[in-house]
């Protein structure tokens, strides 16, 4: 028997770490389990290849919380997050649409393409701005219930309320269209040029088992948009030395405050005694005590697989089966001997160093939704590819390359079958053939390449289905109704058993709001003080 | 110059539902509409010698008793049909699946888990129907607007939900912008039921079930559903000389084959209008019941208005998706599971069936398998000769755009429809008569509706309630003193119910006293 704990977390993923930094620090004895080998999740870096870090699963940095970045000084356990500079879509003419983080270049650049979309950049800027402003406060708060009369939720749909009250009434009813709209219908009423919509499209499908022309994605934009790198709204940014660099400072924070980390810990079940938690046996038998234990995995996995059934109100357990995490996404990770060229680009263009595709119009994205519909990966992906270490040197010898390749779509199973490796293998063909078909010799500089279909996904981060927010950011299964209406507080049927992950409000990325947001209801759940967890910060 | 209290652009049913209501309360109103008959897109029209065939809208299910009460419609001659309207879902190599009586009775033949599953889905779904109904019945609630009415209809709401219980609040909070296949899926109905559902959800509106907030269209069409579904007596011709003779009892006066040219807008206030045929008419309040599209962009035309809104216009998203086959049947054709009343036949077979044909009309491309409703006469209808029938047919996901162009297109797509036909029904082809074929085009250019869209614009969240047609004009007040707006194109939207027209001939009366 081991000595127990105050609190247990499952699964060391950003959110799990994030977690158990804040409860440490108030006081708290956590011990945080984790299955891999390794710590991350899905923020990891992973030398794959001898002398090269690969971000293989999450890529880049924006959303996570500035806040959070602060009260757990992760600056002193060495994070540093680098804002990249520019970015292309690759026409199929052979023309190319740069992006530049610098707003006048950026609208020039629109303007080359079809001179009223700079123009209706400005536009489009400050509307999508407005959007961010209202609901980034909401971030870092819980939900509250709609149906409940408790004065704590009757107070944050006061704040709610309060909030869209401050918009005008034409603000609230752009508000409204805004978060219902298709991101296709709404960038047809700014621009005119298709590459510029299909590139502004992006953000409002990766990592959505939706299509650029399905009604909420212009929702999803805004989840892509609401991060910052160094107060730049909207930016993104790489992790020096990799996405682990994030959930290694974290790491090392958590365990400066005096945590404990168990790598290698499967856990099997969560105990439950009475209807109260009482801690977590792992795989190998080992149990350990703690009154509350808190999941990082995702609400299906939690709920259907680390507790009894029995344990569980049926309803809930129907509730928790239709949550939809639905896999749309793969990755395709190279290691390349040298620097690919890209002849569309100018000598020396920035765009190199930030996201590179090569999906020049809407349809184009659509149809690959289309053929994931229809239960296989799209024969035309939309690829997010970058060159993190044309900016970080640390991760790969000099002259060598790491890149990422974000892959849409890619179904959790092909026509309801389990994915082969030969599937795989032809998913990764797909990928690289449209990559070589705009870099001539690109095949000659791959030294290594790590293809991750969801199978992988699931079977190494434990993301069900590989969907990797932990369910989808479709309005039932947004803010109260994330991930279950009546438990979007964090708690669970359970006493003392907590969910942290990206399940839960408000969603996936690389943010840590969700791990820090469960801290808070659990320090008010065991009264400590949470004066170390400052509020969210106003954009201005 | 001869003068009236209100001008009425536009003899479509809500055109002439708010003339109506105008006369009754003792106001001088002029109706103009451009064609020879009244009835817009709701009529019939004659196809072949004899038959008389319903032009776009083929059926009454939204009108309700208050509204026929309120209009006259009755002592000017509106009947139904006694028999309900059943729906026979067309289904490929198996038994056709029935509904005696729309979604209402129990289902002949279905077992009882799901013929249970079905009972509970349809129960949540019309609770959460109805609490949308509170607000469709009256001008929407603004943003920022803080009205008595607003308050008590907010209020009625809350109650329902309330009684109803937190679970039932935190379902409808859930669901009311889900995909319609996530909430079939999810219910665990019968795969053709699914299938039916999801078709009556996407009908007219450019999603298919898989597209988040697909679930809205069921609402509507349980919101204003009035009971049974209901088929007039002589046809939709018959029901629109009914609203027609009712409006002329009420005092309202009626020209056919009037167009207006434009609305004359002086300092900033409506005065009259201008006819094609040039001819000046005064009013100090012009309602337009056409497209929004049509009454801002030529009507009242860019120069008098903001250029906030006149962008706001030229984003409302108009190109319909539904097209219309008309056949004339020299006989009635038999169709299994369908009897001698008239039928509505349904060929969407499953969720997958109607996803697929909804993809290529997002590129402007024809669905291999098109899903289709189609409401065959019943037999002995006087509106065709003695022995004949007809059949109308709606065709979902036929795009506005086509991209091979629709001087094919419609061949084609006649030809896809008559083989599946002919599937269900051996020897129909040979049967008919006449026949045409309305593509969005073909009902642009016929009824002057911009884009052809059955609803005026795109029926969609971002276009519903004080969104619709488009902010600051959803009141049915456009922004030039004098002028409203009413038809499919406005508040609550499309279907022959004639809301949007009682709702503005209140905030005439309102706007006047």
């Known amino acids: 028997m081991n000595k127990p704990y105050d609190v247990i977390v499952v699964g060391a993923g950003h959110n799990g770490l994030v977690n158990a930094c804040y409860l440490q620090r108030s006081g708290l004895n956590v011990l945080v389990v984790e299955k891999n080998d390794w710590i991350g999740g899905a923020a990891v870096s992973r030398e794959l290849t001898p002398g090269i870090l690969y971000s293989n699963c999450s890529y880049v940095c924006s959303l996570f919380r500035p806040e959070i970045m602060r009260d757990l000084e992760l600056a002193k356990h060495g994070l540093q997050i680098i804002a990249y500079e520019g970015g292309a879509v690759f026409k199929q003419d052979g023309d190319f649409l740069a992006s530049y983080r610098n707003h006048h270049a950026h609208r020039r650049e629109f303007a080359r393409h079809a001179p009223r979309d700079g123009e209706a950049y400005e536009r489009y800027a ?65 621009f005119e040029a298709e590459v510029i919509k ?83 046996v792992l795989e190998n038998g080992d149990e350990h005590l703690a009154t509350t234990v808190v999941s990082n995995a995702d609400v299906k996995r939690t709920f259907l697989k680390l507790v009894e059934e029995p344990e569980l109100p049926g309803d809930f357990v129907r509730q928790v089966r239709n949550f ?41 994205m659509e149809r690959g939704y289309d053929d994931w519909k229809a239960g296989t990966w ?81 079977a190494e981060v434990g993301l069900t289905e590989g969907n990797i927010f932990q369910g989808e950011l479709t309005f039932d299964q947004l803010l109260f109704n994330r991930p279950i209406p009546g438990y979007a507080q964090y708690r669970s049927p359970i006493a003392g058993l907590y969910i942290c992950g990206s399940s839960t409000h408000p969603g996936g990325g690389v943010m840590g709001a969700p791990g820090r947001n469960a801290a808070i209801e659990i320090m008010r759940d065991l009264k400590r003080n949470a004066s170390h967890a400052s509020p969210a910060h106003e954009i201005l | 110059m001869k003068s009236f209290d209100t001008i009425v652009i536009g003899a479509g049913h809500n055109g002439m539902t708010a003339a109506n209501l105008l006369a009754r309360r003792g106001q001088k109103v002029l109706v103009l509409e451009a064609s020879q008959v009244p009835g817009g ?32 419609l009755a002592g000017a001659g509106l009947r139904f049909e006694p028999d309900p309207l059943p729906t026979v879902c067309l289904l490929p190599a198996a038994d056709p699946l029935v509904l005696p009586n729309g979604y209402a009775a129990p289902i002949p033949g279905m077992a009882g888990g799901d013929q249970k599953n079905w009972q509970d889905l349809l129960g949540s779904l019309s609770f959460q129907a109805a609490i949308l ?20 209809e907010g209020l009625k709401a809350a109650l329902k939900m309330k009684r109803a219980g937190k679970s039932e609040l935190r379902e409808f909070l859930r669901m009311v912008l889900m995909p319609a296949a996530d909430v079939v899926q999810e219910a665990e109905i019968d795969r053709r039921l699914a299938g039916l559902l999801s078709f009556d959800a996407t009908l007219g509106i450019a999603v298919g079930p898989r597209s988040p907030t697909s ?87 860019s120069r008098v208005m903001d250029t906030g809104i006149v962008r706001d216009v030229r984003s409302i998203r108009t190109k319909g998706n539904v097209t219309k086959l008309n056949l004339a049947l020299g006989l009635r054709p038999t169709f299994k599971g369908a009897g001698n009343g008239a039928t509505r036949l349904v060929f969407a077979p499953s969720v997958d069936d109607v996803e697929r044909a909804f993809n290529p009309s997002k590129y402007g491309e024809l669905p291999e398998a098109p899903c289709f409703e189609a409401i065959l006469s019943a037999a002995g209808d006087q509106s065709v000769p003695a022995g004949a029938a007809y059949l109308s047919v709606s065709v979902q ?100 119910n004639g809301l949007s027209g009682l709702n503005a001939a209140r905030e005439i009366l309102g706007a006047v006293r």
């Not at chain 1, 992906?381 to 974000?406: R, Y």
């Open chain 1, 126 to 190: 400050r509307d999508v701005t407005r959007q961010c402003r209202f609901i980034q406060p909401l971030l870092m708060r819980t939900a509250p219930d709609p149906a409940s009369l408790k004065p704590r939720d009757l107070g944050e749909m006061l704040f709610l309320l309060k909030k869209f009250n401050e918009l005008t009434a034409r603000e609230m009813a752009d508000t409204i269209r805004f978060w219902t709209m298709s991101i296709s219908d709404f960038l047809d009423e700014y």
């Open chain 2, 397 to 496: 996901n036929t795009p506005y755009d086509l991209r091979s162009g629709w001087k094919k297109g419609r061949v084609a797509l006649m030809k896809s429809v008559m083989t599946r036909l002919e599937q269900f029904s051996p020897g129909i082809a040979k049967a008919v008569v006449a026949a045409e074929t309305l593509a969005p085009p073909d009902i642009e250019e016929r009824y002057h509706v911009p884009g052809g869209h059955w609803h005026h614009g795109e029926w969609q969240v971002d276009r519903l309630f004080f969104n619709r047609p488009v902010f600051g004009a959803a009141n049915y007040r456009a922004p030039i003193e004098g002028l409203f707006i009413c038809g499919a194109g406005t508040h609550p939207g499309g279907g022959v």
């Open chain 2, 133 to 152: 109904k509170q607000f469709i019945a009256s001008t929407p609630p603004q943003p920022r607007e803080r009205s008595f009415q607003l308050k008590a």
């Open chain 1, 324 to 364: 939809k995490m639905r896999g749309s996404s793969g990755k395709v990770n190279i290691a390349l001997d040298s620097l690919p060229e890209f002849p569309a680009l100018p000598k020396g263009s920035p765009c190199i160093r930030g996201d590179m595709h090569f999906t020049d119009t809407v349809e184009r």
């Open chain 2, 41 to 72: 897109m709701a009529t019939s029209s004659e196809l072949a010698p004899g038959y008389s065939i319903p032009s776009i809208a083929h059926s009454l299910n939204g009108l309700d008793d208050k509204t026929i009460a309120a209009l006259g």
């Open chain 1, 378 to 458: 799209s024969a035309d992906p939309f690829l997010d590819m970058m060159i993190p270490t044309t900016i970080d040197p640390t991760m790969a010898p000099p002259g060598q390359h790491f890149m990422s390749c974000f892959v849409q779509y890619c179904p959790p199973k092909i026509r309801n079958a389990d994915w082969t490796d030969a599937d795989r293998d032809a998913f990764g063909q797909t990928v690289i053939n449209q990559i070589a078909d705009y870099s001539p010799g690109f095949k000659d500089r791959i030294i290594h390449m790590e293809v991750r279909t969801p199978r992988e996904l699931e």
């Open chain 2, 215 to 301: 679930i809205l269209g069921l609402y509507y069409r349980l919101a204003t559903q009035t009971g049974q579904p209901r088929v007039p007596v002589g046809g939709m011709a018959a029901a629109m000389n009914a609203f027609h003779q009712a409006g002329v009892a009420a005092g309202a006066v009626f020209r056919f084959g009037t167009p207006v040219r434009r609305i004359v807008v002086d300092g900033g206030k409506v005065t009259g209008v201008v006819t094609e045929g040039g001819e000046e008419i005064g009013a100090a309040t012009v309602l337009s019941a056409i497209s929004p599209v049509a009454t801002f962009g030529s009507l009242v035309g």
């Open chain 1, 198 to 280: 299909a590139y502004l499209a992006i953000s409002g499908i990766i990592g959505t088992a939706l299509g650029p022309m399905s009604p909420g994605t212009a929702y999803v934009l805004l989840h892509h948009y609401m991060g910052e790198v160094d107060g730049n709204v909207g930016a993104w940014g790489y992790a020096r030395g990799g996405m682990g660099a994030i959930t290694r400072a974290l790491s090392s924070s958590f365990l400066a405050s005096g945590g404990t980390i168990l790598t290698d810990a499967q856990v099997s079940k969560v105990l439950v005694r009475n209807g109260r938690t009482t801690g977590v």
